[in-house]
């Protein structure tokens, strides 16, 4: 994508999940266009810092702070450590997530809590704490939560994850309903069948998932994670800054109609 280089300057970014699979991908287009990232994910700082940096981001553009962002606590020490290191947050990709597949019939009641706390809590959890801190900065900031195109199309075996990722999208057009006339705005951003991460992996692990995908995506092909990287460019430059309350999908056509 075209964006100038500095496309980003000045910005503080929050992200959760950034060192994961697509995380590390959106860290590092976000740094190379100017912007610091302060980001999240449950690794230690050692194991974090080999894929930060073998990566090839910036090294004084990023810092990383370990956090089970599940747990207020940690979620409100995440933000002030941000704070510290780069100043008042202006925007916060609300991005760590996890996916268990298993037929609803058979779904753990264990397993459905710990993936709604993941994918739903903490998603709420940071992104109120960065709302309260926005405000009390008077700063016209940004919230984006990474929802999926299974927000609206069902896909056998990760109902609850469906679930989340939809009540991702409702509480992400309720903080945009509530915050707007302060300037704060909310937006999804819900990628297809990426080539990276948890598609990836149940692509690579499991036969039934690879026979389904390989027909739902109407382009033909998995995901490039830059694709995911490059809306997430575009949501934190200036050019979305009429944007709110809106799901941004980039998915290859897969929302368009069930194909399994
Ligand atoms: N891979 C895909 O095809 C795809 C498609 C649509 C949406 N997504 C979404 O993109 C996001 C990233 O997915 P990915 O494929 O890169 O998966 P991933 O497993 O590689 O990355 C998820 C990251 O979140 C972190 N994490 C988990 N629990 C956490 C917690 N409690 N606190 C902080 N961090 C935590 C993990 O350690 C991991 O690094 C997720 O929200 C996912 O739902 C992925």
Redesign the pocket.
């Given at each position: 994508m075209t964006f100038r280089d500095d496309a980003l300057a000045g910005q503080h970014i929050l992200i959760?999940?950034?060192?994961?699979?697509?995380?590390?991908t959106v860290v590092k287009t976000l740094t190379d266009h100017g912007a610091s990232l302060s980001v999240?994910?449950?690794?230690d700082p050692a194991e974090a810092k080999q894929r930060l940096d073998s990566s090839g981001i910036r090294p004084d553009r990023v810092t990383y702070i370990q956090?089970?962002?599940?747990?207020k606590p940690?979620v409100l020490a995440y933000l002030q450590a941000a704070r510290e290191r780069f100043g008042p947050i202006h925007t916060a990709l609300?991005?760590?997530?996890?996916?268990i597949a298993t037929p609803l019939v058979d779904y753990d009641e264990a397993v459905y809590d710990r993936l709604m706390?993941?994918?739903l809590k903490?998603a709420f959890l940071m992104a109120q704490a960065t709302a309260r801190g926005m405000l009390a900065d008077g700063i016209k900031g940004h919230l984006i939560f990474?929802?999926?195109?299974?927000a609206e199309t069902p896909w056998p075996s990760i109902g609850p994850?469906s679930a989340?990722?939809a009540a991702m999208n409702q509480l992400m057009r309720t903080f945009a309903r509530e915050l707007a006339g302060t300037g704060i705005r909310a937006n999804a951003m819900?990628?297809?069948?990426?080539?990276?991460?948890?598609?990836?992996?149940?692509w690579e692990t499991e036969p039934d998932y690879r026979a389904r995908a390989q027909k739902a995506i109407p382009l033909g092909f998995?995901?490039p994670?830059e694709s995911?990287a490059d809306a997430f460019l575009f949501l934190c430059s200036p050019a979305a800054s009429y944007m709110t309350g809106s799901v941004l999908t980039v998915?290859g056509g897969c929302s368009l109609y069930p194909m399994d």
């Open positions: 959760s999940g950034g060192c994961g699979a697509i995380g590390l999240n994910d449950v690794l956090a089970d962002l599940t747990h940690e609300c991005h760590a997530g996890m996916v706390e993941v994918n903490a990474t929802t999926s195109w299974v994850y989340s990722k819900a990628p297809g069948i990426v080539n990276a991460g948890m598609a990836k992996r149940q998995m995901q994670p995911v998915d």
